[in-house]
């Protein structure tokens, strides 16, 4: 078993930055990868950043250049580190891990950002 607990988000101006971050706990030697996902109010979860275990990261064009994930293997930690933040960024960021072939999820932080 593993145990996401994703912290960091709050309310920011736009143009200004966050950093959230996931703790993991448990079983978390299996990983495989790592990703943040949002979901604002009434829309789908949709992926926002990947860091694989070769260490590849990836993301979405609509935070590309902007957000930047990390990972810290001796934490057990992961970061998305969020620039430039519009109000459309606004929603609530999960932490995602793959451990052993199954999908693990936190349960959210609540990030808004005004204009």
């Known amino acids: 078993q593993v145990q996401l607990v994703e912290s960091g988000g709050g309310s920011v101006q736009a143009g200004g930055s966050l950093r959230l971050s996931c703790a993991a706990s448990?079983?978390?030697?299996?990983?495989?990868?790592m990703a943040w996902y949002r979901q604002a109010a009434g829309k789908r979860r949709e992926w926002v950043a990947s860091?694989?275990?070769?260490?590849?990261?990836t993301y979405a064009d609509s935070v590309k250049g902007r957000f930047t994930i990390s990972i810290d293997n001796a934490k057990n930690m992961v970061y998305l580190q969020m620039n430039s933040l519009k109000p459309e960024d606004s929603a609530v960021y999960y932490c995602?891990?793959?451990?052993?072939?199954?999908?693990?999820w936190g349960q959210g932080t609540q990030v808004t950002v005004s204009s």
């Open positions: 995602n891990g793959v451990y052993n072939g199954l999908n693990y």
């Open positions: 860091a694989s275990i070769i260490s590849k990261l």
């Open positions: 448990g079983t978390t030697f299996s990983r495989t990868a």
